[in-house]
């Protein structure tokens, strides 16, 4: 190494004594000459040489990526839209009718009116002949009328029912293609033990037939005493049809009317004049247009089985009218028999009043539950 420096030493001072590196320094010359002919030096890597390394040996030669690398996150996935939840619409409870059964009345103790049989609901007229108000000394003609000690007046039933009270129309001579009338849903009480029930309507047919188309308010009670009070309309032998998001309350003053506009077609309104709540609704119906009813039920269950009646009070129907035979005509007018509500023992459990000085108000009063 000492003799080659040696040599480049005299060569560069050989070079510059006859000026050949005018333009560059003694010093770059040197450099560039080292560069071309000195070898450059070998970096030498030392392993280390324990028995148990060979691993660490492969790793220095081929290093292994770094463990625990994070993987590269993939891109959110969207979630599908799900629809919006739909806000749950209140329905109120069912009319406790769930087996629809045909009303069967008697003539009550004493009274001399026909009796009434129901027959198929193909037939228009009666069975029995002679069934006209007048000549059975109805309670809106005539015939003799009892008192309590609370008005108002209670009338002698011309007819026994086991769920029925109020009065009906009836005669095989006349046609019924509508009836209306006014009413305040009662406030019912319960009778501590079991669900109690009542319904206040007004109805074409079912007196003489199979057939009744009917609309009115249904209240429940439960055992511990909570009313539940709903509008309902009912085309026999179907069951009742609640109408939803027509609200009812205790005390309410409503107003309903069933009318046939044609042949086979039925429109069904009931208003709450309390809250200004409006249903109507046309329907198909066959009807023998055989009565016409206003009345206070004890409502039937699965199977025809009546529930207990509630004590609803007194329920004071007003302005009913009947199209008999094409003319309107009020309850009096269209010469109308009264029904009783009667116990297996034949215990009044709930009785029609007279009918008022108007021809078209009475009142149903509570007497007793079964």
Known sequence: MSK??????R????????RVIPFFGVAAFAALMTTLFVPPLIKVTILPSSANNTQEKINQINPQKPKNIPKKSSPPVQAKSQPAPQPSVAVAPSKPVATPTTVTVSPATGSSVPTLSPTSSSTTTSSTSGTSGSSGG?????GSSTT???SPTLATPNYTSSNWAGYFAVNSKDSYSAVSSSWVVPTPTGNGTSLSADATWIGIGGITSNDLIQVGTADTVSASGQVSTEAFYEMLPNSAITIKNFLVNSGDSVNASLSQVTSGQWKITINDTTDSQSFSITVAYTSTLSSAEWIEEDPSGTGGQLYPLDNFGTVSFSAGSALVNGTSETIKAANSYS???VDSSNKTEAAPSVIGSDGASFSVIWQTSN
């Open 4 to 9: 080659l420096l040696r040599r480049l030493v």
């Open 11 to 18: 060569l560069l001072a050989h070079f510059a004594h006859r």
């Open 138 to 142: 109805s309670g809106s003609s005539g």
């Open 148 to 150: 309590t000690s609370s």
């Open 339 to 341: 029904v009783a509500m």
